[in-house]
């Protein structure tokens, strides 16, 4: 499975953006999808995960209410709403995917820098 993820840029604090994770995969509607960040000095966390139907979604603390993950399985395609953005929410921003069962994500996309003005 390939990921190609894509929609970050520079938007001020209170913006909103989506984040688009594109996968080349005819099975990826059978795959969990992750969105992580990794902000400079800091260690990469999960910020949500939605599960292969779309029932089992979770997310961050630091992001609930303010984050929506959502997928379309006919367009191969997670999303990542983001509204209401702080300054720490600035980081590169990556997908993943696991299988179904798996614990481990195998598949990553490469990363879309988010930066977050105040």
């Known amino acids: 499975v390939q990921l190609q993820a894509s929609g970050g840029g520079l938007v001020q604090a209170g913006g909103s953006l989506r984040l688009s994770c594109a996968a080349s995969?005819?099975?990826?509607?059978?795959?969990?999808v992750g969105w992580f960040r990794q902000a400079p000095g800091k260690e990469r966390e999960i910020v949500a995960h939605i599960n292969w139907s779309g029932v089992y979604i979770y997310y961050a603390d630091s992001v609930k209410g303010r984050f929506t993950i959502s997928r379309d399985n006919a367009k191969n395609t997670v999303y990542l709403q983001m509204n209401s953005l702080k300054p720490d929410d600035t980081a590169v921003y990556y997908c993943?995917?696991?299988?179904?069962?798996?614990?481990?994500?195998?598949?990553w996309g490469q990363g879309t820098q988010v930066t977050v003005s105040s």
């Open positions: 995969a005819r099975t990826f509607s059978s795959y969990g």
């Open positions: 993943a995917a696991r299988g179904n069962g798996a614990t481990m994500y195998g598949y």
